[in-house]
């Protein structure tokens, strides 16, 4: 994406403009003068934005990034939590937790 003036392109346009890195220097011109590409090209999808779209944009990016980083730190807070009161369970029921272990390691040992 990038910030053009207005002079070339109309706000909103979409274009398509080759990747740079794909491209392959031609060998030779076609018989109607315009040169061709071989190997990989792909037309990539190019928007034109004004610089008050383009400062929009980054504040979309910017809090849907942060709402991102909420979200990632509650879920691990919640796991702590949740891995916390498990381990309560296990150590008020250390005996069940210590026969529920052997008896899945004996079906371990008599499955093929």
Avoid at 4 to 11: A, C, L, R, T
Avoid at 27 to 37: C, K, L, M, N
Avoid at 44 to 63: D, G, H
């Amino acid at each position: 994406m990038g910030v053009e003036d207005k002079s070339n392109h109309k706000p909103g346009e979409q274009t398509s403009v080759l990747r740079q890195d794909s491209l392959v220097q031609p060998s030779a011109p076609q018989q109607d003068g315009e040169e061709r590409t071989e190997g990989r090209s792909r037309a990539v999808p190019v928007t034109v934005v004004t610089q008050e779209q383009l400062e929009e944009l980054q504040q979309q990016l910017a809090a849907t990034q942060a709402q991102l980083s909420a979200a990632e730190a509650k879920l691990s807070r919640q796991r702590e939590k949740k891995n916390a009161k498990q381990q309560r369970w296990r150590d008020r029921h250390r005996d069940h937790v210590n026969r529920y272990a052997s008896e899945l390691r004996a079906r371990k040992r008599d499955s093929p």
